[in-house]
C-alpha cells in the first residue's frame, strides 16, 4: 500500500460503492458536500483510512483552523482526506472518500486512490460535484454525467451531457484511472440556478442522492433533507416576492426548461433587460443579510 495512506480499519466487505466528495472543486451550492455529509451520517460510517495531508495540501491554502478560549489554543483542527464506511438502511457497503482535493502529486494521489479501492473490492466510483447553470429554482434539479468510458455512459440513462473544454478537478483523473483499472466511474453533477449558486442549494443536494439511489440501487431516506428543500425553495421565492422586476428572468428559465430546452441556448434576452446572475445574486445575498440571523 502507498505511503500516502494510512490504514486504520480494515472490515470484511461485500462490494461498496465508492462516493467521492472532495472539496476545492467546483460544487455549486454546496450540493455535492451537503450530499456526501447526509448520505455517510445515515449510513453510521467509521474512519478507515487517511491521506498524508503534509504532502498533498498546501497549508498556506488551506491553513489549520485554531480553537481559542480565552486566548489559550485548546486545539488545532488539519485539514484532512479521508475514506470512512459504513452501511446503507438496507445493508449494503458503502465507502466515502472526503476532505480538501489535493494542491499536489496528483498522479501519485490517484494511484494510492484506485489502489486502496481495489483492496477493497471496490465495485463502483461516484464522483458528486454541481455547477451553476441557468435553470429557475422553481423546478428540480437536472443531472449530468461525466466519464472516462464510453461503455460506463452507454450504460447509464436519464442524464444530460455536454461537450466543452474546462479545467479539470482531481477526480477526472480519478475517473480515468479507475475505469483503466476496471472499476466503473463516473461524475454525477446537479444544476444550481446560476443566480443563487452562492447560496446552499439542499434541493440540488437531494437530486444527488436520488441519483446515486437511483444508478446503484443504494437505500438512503430523503425525508430528513425535506425541511432543508422547502425552506431553500421558500426563501428564493420571497426574494422574487419582493423584487418583481426578477420575474422576467426566472419565467424564461422556466419555459426552457419545461421545453425541455438546452438552457445555456435558451437563456437569451430580446430586449436586453434581463437582469443578470451576478445582479440577481446580489440581491439574493442582500435579501438574506436582512432577514437577519433567524431566518
Known amino acids: 500500500m502507498s505511503e500516502l495512506v494510512d490504514i486504520h ?13 472532495l472539496d476545492g472543486w467546483i460544487d455549486a451550492g454546496g450540493a455535492a458536500d451537503t450530499a456526501a ?19 498533498l495540501l498546501d497549508y498556506r491554502a488551506r491553513r489549520p483552523t485554531m480553537h481559542l478560549l480565552e486566548g ?17 438502511a438496507a445493508g449494503n457497503d458503502v465507502l466515502f472518500l472526503t476532505g480538501a482535493e489535493p494542491d499536489r502529486l496528483w498522479r501519485t494521489f490517484v494511484g494510492a486512490t484506485v489502489e486502496l479501492a481495489l483492496s477493497f473490492d471496490v465495485k463502483r466510483v461516484i464522483g458528486l460535484g454541481a455547477y451553476p447553470a441557468p435553470v429557475p429554482h422553481t423546478r428540480s434539479s437536472r443531472l449530468s454525467i461525466t466519464t ?33 483499472a476496471g472499476i466503473p466511474a463516473f461524475g454525477l453533477w446537479a444544476q444550481v440556478p446560476h443566480y443563487a449558486s452562492n447560496l446552499p442549494s439542499p434541493a440540488a443536494a437531494k437530486a444527488l ?26 426563501r428564493l421565492d420571497s426574494l422574487l416576492e419582493s423584487n418583481p422586476e426578477h ?22 434576452s430580446p430586449d436586453g433587460n434581463l437582469p443578470s446572475g ?11 443579510r436582512d432577514q437577519g440571523p433567524e431566518s
Open 209 to 234: 442522492v436520488q441519483g446515486v439511489m437511483h444508478h446503484t440501487g443504494l437505500s438512503f431516506n430523503l425525508d430528513p433533507m425535506e425541511s432543508e428543500v422547502k425552506a431553500g425553495r421558500l
Open 72 to 88: 489559550v489554543i485548546t486545539d488545532l483542527e488539519w485539514p484532512a482526506i479521508e475514506l470512512s464506511g459504513g452501511t446503507d
Open 37 to 55: 455529509e447526509a448520505m455517510a451520517d445515515q449510513a453510521g460510517v467509521a474512519t478507515l483510512a487517511s491521506y498524508s495531508t503534509d504532502e
Open 247 to 268: 420575474q422576467p428572468l426566472v419565467e424564461q428559465l422556466e419555459e426552457a426548461w419545461d421545453q425541455g430546452q438546452s438552457a445555456d441556448a435558451a437563456f437569451t
Open 148 to 180: 472516462a468510458s464510453q461503455e460506463v455512459s452507454d450504460s447509464l440513462t436519464g442524464f444530460q451531457r455536454g461537450t466543452l473544454e474546462v479545467p479539470a478537478g482531481v477526480f477526472a483523473a480519478l475517473d480515468e484511472e479507475f475505469n483503466a
Open 9 to 21: 480499519l480494515r472490515p470484511e466487505l461485500a462490494e461498496p460503492t465508492l462516493i467521492i466528495a
Open 278 to 288: 451576478e445582479e440577481l445574486a446580489a440581491e439574493f445575498q442582500e435579501f438574506l
